[in-house]
């Protein structure tokens, strides 16, 4: 019976001494992985860009726009008109438009679907058409890209005259 309890007490003793040496070392492969001698880098998680991040904000691509509305003016019912904003990358990597969308569908913009390298000029051309629309317009194009803020907003806006054909003549009294 001492031999059985002896025997116990002895596969216990090393069962448990395993363990501990197992966790010890788990615990200092932990140690040295989060001491290791790599700098920390300042990185943004981006949405835009699949499986990668930016480097530092300072990095980032930045879209300087020429201007961040146009005015139409006033237009004839049924008019399509278009108008070009130019946009420069002042930022320090390339400028990546992932998408660019409007307010509703007669405002449709294009834009480059290359990369806009630092420095270099952009173009993203809205075209609207006014049919089925009257008075005063404006309408809203979000541009989605790889910058800091990720969204940017350009807009148009309109003056569309009264349809003159559909009401007739207007009477003097």
């Known amino acids: 019976m001492n031999k059985l309890f002896a025997g116990l ?12 040496l197992k966790n010890k070392s788990e615990g200092e492969g932990t140690e040295t992985a989060s001491t290791s001698s790599t700098p920390a880098v300042n990185t943004v998680a981006n ?9 530092s904000n300072a990095d980032a691509p930045i879209m300087t726009f020429a201007e961040m509305e146009h005015d ?5 019912p049924g008019a399509v008109v278009k108008h070009t904003f130019t946009f420069k990358n002042t930022g320090k990597s390339p400028l ?9 569908g007669c405002t449709i913009p294009e834009w480059p679907k290359e990369p806009v ?8 051309d809205v075209q609207f058409d006014s049919h089925g629309k009257s008075g005063q317009v ?3 194009i ?5 910058t800091q803020p990720s969204t940017n907003q350009i807009a148009i806006k309109t003056n569309i005259l009264p349809d003159m054909a559909a009401n007739g003549p207007l009477r003097a009294q």
């Open 138 to 140: 404006s309408k809203t």
């Open 9 to 20: 007490l002895a596969v216990t003793l090393l069962a448990t001494g395993c363990d501990n």
């Open 72 to 76: 139409f003016g006033d237009i004839k």
């Open 117 to 124: 390298a630092p420095g270099a000029e952009g173009k993203i």
């Open 96 to 104: 990546i438009i992932s998408n660019a969308s409007a307010t509703c």
């Open 142 to 146: 979000t541009i989605e890209a790889n």
């Open 47 to 55: 949405p835009n860009l699949t499986n990668e991040q930016v480097i």
